[in-house]
């Protein structure tokens, strides 16, 4: 199947609002490729989950904290343009 060669694209935008957490996590990490990659880790991290049926949550240890920046710093929504890293 000729699409499952192609990269995804996804413009997503994270309000804190819906998902409060989430925002301030991302929010937290000032440089956007390093925040592209925790946002795929976390989407990885879920679908591994999902897929378990929820019974590896227990086994889960906490992220560690990121970078201690105030979520006020870019505003209400968080914007994140998904992309695959050419350079690594």
Do not use: C, F, N, Y
């Amino acid at each position: 199947m000729q699409s499952d060669l192609q990269d995804l694209q996804i413009k997503l935008t994270v309000t804190r609002d819906e998902h409060p957490e989430l925002h301030r996590v991302l929010v937290a990490i000032a440089e956007p490729r390093r925040r592209t990659r925790r946002l795929k880790d976390l989407a990885a991290t879920g679908l591994l989950i999902e897929r378990a049926g929820g019974l590896a949550v227990s086994a889960l240890q906490p992220a560690p904290a990121a970078a201690a920046q105030e979520a006020d710093v870019l505003g209400d929504a968080v914007s994140i343009a998904l992309w695959e890293d050419k350079a690594g």
